[in-house]
């Protein structure tokens, strides 16, 4: 126990999420360095903060003397523009004042020599060939396949092209612009309830909601020809149907006090229109890939006036066979 009350007492301290222990001055020259795990940038904030100060100062006083080089080059622009035009004007009144026979009115050479500067600063403001320290105009980006009519009708977000690794390129098969929103898709519990449908409640549920779309969207007269034949199908899967106007009318209700209705508002009309085409799960319609397994006749016609719903939204866009 002698012993044991002759040991020193041990301190410790908390420094830097460290337990660190506290060493006497005088026991520091024959104790042992047990730890140097502080980062080196600890030792010197001082330095650091001055180079970062130096560095804030320099980018303030690089910004403001790349706001007086946009300035100036922005006047020199507005001024050779106006030069230019100033000289299509004289030329255009050098040209008016040709000679009619009068000798007080006829133009001499020495006059001619003065016209002829403007007339070649017209030339040059007609035929302006770029600087080569001017950066060239990007031609307008023709959208790929998959792009065409974006947003609304549009393919799925690319993933390969938002990681920057789609090897596709202009013909990839899905959409290449900036998606605001994630895609909304149905949850569970509205598979489960679209699942017992059958093809016609399948169709009076969606139809008013692909309309609905397709007027919010500003898509209404793109749209007539997709909508006209939909509402032919429907129809028709109403008359063969054994209970079809019972099972529009069950839809309808079924679209108001359900969750459906605040799910296929928010969907864009490309989603609605899949779900279409691809028919109601109860009839078979959709595999588990969500594809058309089967294409007919009225299959084929909504699938061409799809695509030429397409073409019209996007005119400039050229489809990669």
């Known amino acids: 126990m002698a012993g044991a009350d002759s040991m020193p007492l041990m301190m410790y301290c908390y420094r830097s999420t460290f337990i660190i222990e506290?060493?006497?001055?005088?026991?520091?020259?024959?104790?042992?360095?047990?730890?140097?795990?502080?980062?080196?940038?600890?030792?010197?904030?001082?330095?650091?903060?001055?180079?970062?100060?130096?560095?804030?100062?320099?980018?303030?006083?690089?910004?403001?003397?790349l706001a007086v080089l946009s300035r100036r080059c922005s006047e020199t622009v507005i001024a050779d523009v106006s030069k230019d035009a100033l000289a299509h004007q004289d030329v255009e009144t050098c040209s008016t004042a040709s000679p009619t026979g009068s000798p007080n009115t006829r133009t001499s050479a020495s006059d001619m020599s003065s016209c002829a500067p403007h007339m070649l600063s017209s030339a040059s403001f007609f035929n302006h060939e770029p600087d080569s320290d001017m950066q060239p105009v990007p031609p307008a980006m023709v959208p790929n396949p998959g792009s065409m009519a974006h947003p609304e009708l549009c393919k799925?977000?690319?993933?390969?092209?938002?990681?920057?690794?789609?090897?596709?390129?202009?013909?990839?098969?899905?959409?290449?612009?900036?998606?605001?929103?994630?895609?909304?898709?149905?949850?569970?519990?509205?598979?489960?309830?679209?699942?017992?449908?059958?093809?016609?409640?399948?169709?009076?549920?969606?139809?008013?909601?692909?309309?609905?779309?397709?007027e919010s969207a500003g898509l209404a007269a793109e749209a007539v020809e997709v909508l006209s034949l939909l509402e032919d199908k429907a129809a028709a899967c109403a008359v063969t149907s054994a209970?079809?106007?019972?099972?529009?009318?069950?839809?309808?209700?079924?679209?108001?006090?359900?969750?459906?209705?605040?799910?296929?508002?928010?969907?864009?009309?490309?989603t609605v229109l899949g779900m279409v085409l691809r028919g109601a799960p109860a009839t078979g319609g959709e595999n588990k890939h969500g594809c058309v397994s089967s294409v007919g006749p009225t299959e084929q016609q909504l699938l061409d006036a799809v695509d030429r719903m397409r073409a019209r939204l996007s005119p400039g866009a050229v489809v990669c066979a």
């Open 22 to 65: 506290v060493i006497d001055p005088h026991q520091q020259v024959h104790s042992k360095t047990r730890s140097q795990s502080v980062p080196a940038n600890r030792a010197a904030p001082a330095g650091d903060n001055l180079q970062l100060s130096s560095y804030v100062a320099f980018l303030g006083q690089r910004s403001e003397q």
């Open 156 to 214: 799925q977000p690319c993933i390969y092209f938002a990681a920057g690794k789609c090897t596709n390129g202009s013909a990839c098969g899905y959409c290449h612009l900036s998606h605001e929103n994630r895609p909304l898709h149905f949850d569970r519990q509205h598979r489960e309830m679209r699942r017992g449908l059958s093809e016609a409640e399948h169709l009076a549920l969606l139809l008013p909601a692909l309309r609905r779309r397709a």
């Open 243 to 270: 209970g079809g106007r019972a099972a529009a009318r069950r839809a309808a209700m079924l679209l108001h006090r359900s969750k459906l209705s605040a799910a296929l508002r928010r969907m864009p009309f490309s």
